[in-house]
């Protein structure tokens, strides 16, 4: 069974701080997806990597996924109060042949102004 | 262009009724998916359904059960349901081709009593 730990679970910080969640797997995954989810409200993706060792960018947002492919991170740049939500990472595998994708627990983010 | 479409939004049913959730994909996605996300448990995949055909299932009962129409747009219908089934139901669309890269709706809120 493949499954991806986040961590942490839990963030609170203030505006302008920097930080990273991680998602790590012990299985190889053909993509990773972020995406974020406010409350009541459907998951928005982020970005989807697929090489090992890729390294995206948005904004202040910058995503990197493992060289062996079992693991991301996301690390946010002098957050804002509007980075708050749910983070989630989603591996897709056997290159989609199964269609579903297999989504960690989440990393509940508060930036406070 | 429209996004991922589901209703109702919410569904209040009782122990032992049926329950019926619509979704429809955003244009030219043949792919459908259904999650449900219950608290504390994470986004779990339900079913997968392209062309009409249901193409993959998670592991959960066959009262949970679906379909998909000429149109794309797809149905799930959960039969006798149980005080547990009360979650977040996500539907997602892709390209057949690229089914790692799935955009979700805003989900339907399920509440059994």
């Known amino acids: 069974t493949q499954l991806l730990e986040q961590s942490p679970q839990f963030l609170s910080i203030q505006e302008g701080e920097n930080l990273t969640v991680y998602c790590n797997s012990s299985?190889?995954?053909?993509?990773l997806q972020w995406y974020r989810q406010e409350p009541g409200e459907g998951p928005v993706l982020l970005v989807t990597?697929?090489?090992?060792?890729e390294v995206k960018k948005l904004k202040r947002l910058t995503f990197q996924f493992g060289d062996a492919r079992k693991d991301s991170s996301l690390h946010i740049t002098a957050a804002q109060p509007g980075d708050t939500g749910l983070y989630l990472c989603?591996?897709?595998?056997?290159?989609?042949?199964?269609?579903?994708?297999?989504f960690g627990k989440g990393t509940k983010l508060s930036v406070k102004p | 262009e429209a996004g991922v479409t589901q209703s109702p939004t919410h569904l209040i049913k009782t122990r032992g009724q049926q329950a019926t959730l619509r979704c429809s994909p955003i244009?030219?996605?043949?792919?459908v998916y259904w999650y449900q996300q219950a608290l504390g448990l994470g986004l779990q995949f339900l079913l997968w359904?392209?062309?009409?055909?249901?193409?993959n299932r998670g592991n959960f009962p066959p009262r949970f059960s679906g379909r998909q129409f000429p149109n794309y747009s797809s149905e799930l219908n959960v039969n006798a349901l149980e005080l547990e089934d009360s979650a977040l139901y996500l539907c997602?669309?892709?390209?057949?081709?690229?089914?790692?890269?799935?955009?979700f709706g805003p989900g339907t809120r399920l509440l059994v009593l």
């Open positions: 359904y392209d062309e009409g055909e249901e193409r």
């Open positions: 990597v697929v090489t090992g060792g």
């Open positions: 989603a591996g897709g595998s056997s290159g989609g042949s199964q269609g579903n994708l297999i």
């Open positions: 244009s030219g996605h043949t792919s």
């Open positions: 299985s190889v995954f053909s993509s």
């Open positions: 997602a669309s892709s390209l057949y081709q690229n089914q790692e890269t799935q955009y």
